[in-house]
């Protein structure tokens, strides 16, 4: 199997402070992680691609100082939202490929967070 | 840029009904296409896919075909059943773009009893 988690499923943050978002690949080592923003009944959108040992590639209109993406091993990826405010309140989602040039991502079930 | 259309929804079928959910994309070259699946809770799953012109993707009953001269990928499943209501997204992956994949907007399809 190929199967993703991430840590964790839902959290509350108050305005102002900052919150980690962990995704993990449980069975596999994953070469490249995508981060993903899913709106309500929207679609989901791409932040930023995230391989490992090296620095992250944010999409247009993605702030990196606010999105710290983090790929510490081929097991993990962490995202930080820093100083949240309500805006970036969403649905985060991770996914994994074994390795580039597999197309197939194998997604995480994704990750609530609500800025009050 | 990449761009995936699907048709709007929500869709409402009554079970053993037939489902047809339209996609057109537009990219250059020639993209691979897919049809994620996510039900209520969990993440997103691969349902199927094709990697070139007239490619038929294929799984649980459901089919989708790559027509380029179209620019669809229709997804379509003869008989619905209650335990396929879930949200389907449409997505492709550039030639120029990796494994990098744009997504439509999804449809979320309920299929009642």
């Known amino acids: 199997g190929a199967v993703v988690s991430q840590h964790p499923s839902w959290v509350i943050c108050k305005s102002g402070t900052s919150v980690k978002i962990e995704c993990r690949s449980l069975?596999?080592?994953?070469?490249?992680m995508f981060w993903y923003r899913q709106f309500p009944k929207q679609s989901l959108m791409l932040m930023a691609t995230?391989?490992?040992?090296?620095?992250?590639?944010?999409e247009q209109g993605v702030e990196k100082d606010k999105f710290l993406i983090n790929h510490a091993s081929l097991t993990l990826s962490t995202l930080t939202v820093t100083s949240a405010h309500p805006e970036d309140s969403s649905f985060y989602i991770c996914?994994?490929?074994?390795?580039?040039?597999?197309?197939?991502?194998?997604f995480g079930p994704g990750t609530r967070l609500t800025v009050t | 840029g990449n761009s995936v259309t699907q048709m709007e929804g929500p869709v409402t079928l009554s079970e053993e009904a037939f489902l047809t959910i339209n996609c057109t994309y537009t990219?250059?070259?020639?993209?691979?296409l897919f049809w994620y699946v996510q039900y209520p809770g969990e993440g997103l799953q691969l349902l199927l896919k094709?990697?070139?012109?007239?490619d038929k993707g294929s799984n649980k009953g459901f089919e989708a075909t790559y027509r380029k001269e179209t620019t669809s990928f229709h997804l379509e499943k003869g008989s619905v059943q209650v335990s396929d209501s879930a949200v389907y997204f449409c997505?492709?992956?550039?030639?120029?773009?990796?494994?990098?994949?744009?997504f439509g907007e999804g449809t979320q399809l309920t299929v009642n009893p």
């Open positions: 997505a492709l992956s550039g030639e120029t773009s990796g494994s990098r994949l744009t």
């Open positions: 995230s391989n490992e040992g090296s620095k992250a590639t944010y």
């Open positions: 094709a990697t070139k012109a007239d």
């Open positions: 069975d596999f080592q994953a070469t490249t």
């Open positions: 996914s994994a490929i074994k390795r580039e040039g597999l197309y197939e991502q194998y």
């Open positions: 990219a250059t070259g020639y993209p691979s």
